[in-house]
């Protein structure tokens, strides 16, 4: 029997119900408004340089957790906001890896990313559909302080859309010199001398080389494969453009499925340590540092983050490219430097442009290198490494002076596979056969080409 | 004996009882196998719009996007393109039959283990209320945090239970790290995590049990007897909705494998959802959207029959 207390408490409690479904959701998106705004008035960017804004101003900045991105990121921002100081910057965080690269195409596509972005260069640029989520900034006055050759892999459709944020850096495999020098052992110049290498270096009961097939660190499987492409490029001039139009694969390509072979062998010699596949990406930086492993197949971007973690140990830590089978070819994929971006429907899109010129100017580059030891060499025009440059950062040197080095496939080719990370953890852990990781790798690049509707597939 | 006697009439309340005092009676409702509503049919309006606007409008709208390519700005119409490709991807065969090993493997460990407790806690122990409390609480946590801190839990070398497994001599297994166990791990995580619910469930089925049957059990021997002749034939109906409930929840279940393994090592642990939501992350949202659709049609056409199945003895009353 409903009382009329019961009643009316019942009618407070729907009312109350009511008033708030009626409110706007939690956290609405604040860029929705000035996403019609900035539509409005959005057209190719100001040419004023450094055109400091009246009222204050503040950028939103999305990158991945990773330490490396964070640290630099924070070091290009407060060096920014000394310099203007109304212009300040909140920064925020997508996860590493496959997660973090749904979560950015989810926003970019729903349109709350914020100002700018972290996102690579090349190939994987081209899956963010530039064209309907970025801001061109072809025609900005600060490109001409970029080198030539980097402004395809930020271009896209003939508009350019991002500035290089980090140096380049060298793919191949890191040691630890220490480990070499306490057995005796040269730099490999041929796949054959590396086998033997690890031979030695198992028997002395150290780890030969350091794999982190963890869930979330998987993408760093695909390095053994992507760093070898000097290799294949050297064995099949034009394999990129072949590729790109359903001409070459990896299945029929000997030396293109060498890379796939590389990682079978590591499992079956035993190679790996025995968590592997629990192994993350830092425990993978640390094993290297701390000599638990004598090698670490990675990009040389990671060494700023050793750098920083172990900086007495810094120097123990080398670079060599992956070896083919002709020693005097030895050579070295380079990878161009990732770049920041500038979102659609920034609210600012006029200091963002200015922040990317920044960012690549000699002085970005000072800041960048105070930050963090350089990785490889800048990008910019008459930038210059400190002399106190990394030891494994001069090993990449000879590569780029002698002209053996290549740069990766993904920069010459729009099209890579996304579940590349999971086909080579699959086959280092022993899951698949190399000439199956192979086909799986041509069948899963095939969905990238029609997706993007290229012709020939 | 004839219908006219002889004598004077007695009243008719003197021969026959009086006939009880019953309200005048109304016009007589229908009775139909349905009971007839005193609602108008109107009322069912705002929910069956929101469940239009919300459930079934996207549903048509996915079947529509399956037959496309789709990057969220434009479309293109390919036919059933999606849905071939969907069945070349080399993780299908191996998800597809992740995904029924999984389901069949928490729904049997569920049922078995929630059975065998709720028997145990509805006697007379006197802990019942806190065991009950106990098993019950991890339904309550979210599978995002559950899953998470297993992952570190379960770790091989640093992680606390191979750990605690060193102390007593014994050489914990690569719980997520091994291809060949890592299913295996998430789906022991899940059942730990989902016994509490089908406990509930099958204590319910338990004690709708007529005292009798216990009392008689109680009579003819001990707890063995009260198990296999009362409970089990009895709380058959429980036994079902577990089973189908764990079974739908194992085919569709997402958040802890992403969360512990993502899928990996590799492909090893990868079921529909996750390889589904790979595309996704990947940019092929047609592609997806047709793996969704192929999932709907795959659940519904084991679940289905398996409704039938057990519902087949139900009469209606």
Known sequence: MTTARTQLGALALVSILAVTACSGGLGGSTSAPSAAASAAESTAPSAEPSAAAAEPVTLIVNTPTNDTIVVRAKALTEAYTAKHPDVTFELTTRPDGQDGETILKTQLASGDIGDLFWYNAGSLLQALNPAQTMLPVTGSPWLSQIQ????????????????????????????????????????????????????????????????????????????????????VEQAVPGFAEKYTNNQAHYADTPTAAAGFQHLQDGFDKGWWQKDAGATSFDDGLNGLAEGKWAHYPMLTFALGTIAERYPDKIDDIGFFGIPGDDAAKNCATIWMPSAYYIAKNSAHPDVANDFLGFISSVEGTEVLSKALAPSGPYVTKDSKLPDTVMSAVQDIQPYLDSGLSVPALEFLSPVKGALLPDITV???????????????????????????????W | MSTKEAGPQRPASVVFPPRPVVAPKRRPRPYSRVVASRYPRWFYLPAGILFVAVFVVPTVLSLYFSLTRWTLFETEFIGLDNFFQFFKEPALVSGARNTIVYAVMTSGLKVIIGLLLATFLTTRLRVRHVLRSLIFFPALVSTIAVGVTFAVLMHPSEGLINRSLELLGIEGPRWLSDPSMALFSVALVDVWKGVGIALVIFIAGIMSIPEDYFDAARLEGGQWVRFRHVILPLSRNATFTVILLSFIGGLRTFDLIWTMTHGGPGFASDVLTSVIYKQYGAGFYGLATAGNVLLFIAVIAIVYPMMRFFNRHEVEL
Do not use: H, R
Not at chain 1, 189 to 196: D, G, M
């Open chain 1, 148 to 231: 030539e050759s980097y402004l395809p892999t930020v271009t896209v459709g003939g508009e350019v859309y991002g500035a290089p944020n980090e140096p380049a850096m060298g793919g191949g495999i890191l040691y630890n010199k220490k480990i070499y020098a306490d057995l005796g052992l040269q730099v490999p110049k041929t796949w054959a001398e590396f086998v033997a290498n690890n031979e030695k270096i198992k028997a002395a009961k150290i780890t030969p080389v350091g794999a982190t097939f963890a869930g979330d660190s998987s993408w760093t499987a695909q390095i053994m494969v992507l760093a070898d492409y000097c290799n």
């Open chain 1, 426 to 456: 699959s086959v280092g852990s022993g899951q698949v056969s190399a000439a199956e990781a192979a086909k799986q790798a041509d069948q899963d690049v095939e969905k990238q080409a029609k997706q993007l509707g290229l012709p020939g």
